[in-house]
């Protein structure tokens, strides 16, 4: 089983929809959880965070988080072509004598927006 | 405030030979992360400097590869010798404290074995 998994899609939906985006995790010692984007040849992103079980909002961006299913998702509302990227949902976990600083990532979901 | 910068952005070398890639991080950040993508795969970590000093070295996946960071400033990954599954793309990642939010990555080298 490996560590973070996503589906790799390609998820296409229309502009001004809503992308749903998500990612599971095998460790239940995971602290925190990371979204990053990534265009075609470029650098990851950071788009969002988050550390706690619910919702955070940021913008046309929310992040969900559900430790107990241990399942993290990321919904982007208004669905812009501008959007259309690969969406890498990373974990940290808290390894012995503290939290690390490595993500483990999972592979990636490919999100096409339409026009 | 200039990005994290690697060069070559792209490299290509036969099987057996020695490439070498470098990374400028952010001035004035004293973490500096190596990763890598293989074909297909998942991006993965390889290892972490503080300063000159090898933080964390786990994701190193065999001592083909070496990395230094001497002068705590820029870092360089050399790969000797090449073999065709070390093709991928690298990325390096700096930030200026330990924590994970304030990684911020480069554009990577793509590396390509023949």
């Known amino acids: 089983q490996k560590e973070v998994e996503q589906n790799s899609g390609p998820l296409s939906v229309p502009e001004g929809a809503i992308a749903s985006l998500n990612c599971t995790y095998s460790?239940?010692?995971?602290?925190?959880f990371f979204w990053y984007r990534q265009y075609s040849g470029k650098s990851p992103e950071l788009i969002m965070f988050?550390?706690?079980?619910g919702d955070k909002e940021d913008g046309r961006f929310t992040a969900q988080l559900n430790k107990a299913s241990q399942y993290v998702s990321l919904l982007i509302r208004d669905s812009q072509p501008s959007d259309s990227a690969t969406y890498l949902c990373?974990?940290?976990?808290?390894?012995?004598?503290?939290?690390?600083?490595?993500?483990?990532f999972g592979t990636g979901t490919l999100l096409a927006v339409q026009p | 405030e200039a990005g994290v910068t690697q060069f070559p952005s792209h490299s290509v070398i036969e099987k057996g030979q020695t490439v070498t890639l470098r990374c400028d991080p952010i001035?004035?950040?004293?973490?500096l992360y190596w990763y890598r993508r293989v074909m297909g795969k998942e991006i993965k970590f390889l290892l972490h400097?503080?300063?000159?000093?090898?933080?964390?070295e786990s994701g190193m996946p065999n001592n083909r590869f070496l990395a230094e960071r001497t002068g705590g400033t820029y870092s360089t990954l050399k790969v000797q010798p090449a073999e065709l599954e070390d093709s991928g793309v690298y990325f390096c990642?700096?930030?200026?404290?330990?924590?994970?939010?304030?990684?911020?990555f480069g554009s990577g080298t793509r590396l390509t074995v023949v």
């Open positions: 990373a974990v940290n976990t808290r390894g012995d004598g503290g939290a690390t600083n490595k993500l483990i």
């Open positions: 400097f503080v300063k000159e000093s090898k933080q964390d």
């Open positions: 460790d239940r010692g995971s602290q925190s």
């Open positions: 001035s004035g950040h004293d973490n």
């Open positions: 990642a700096s930030s200026q404290d330990r924590t994970v939010i304030g990684y911020t």
């Open positions: 988050i550390y706690s079980n």
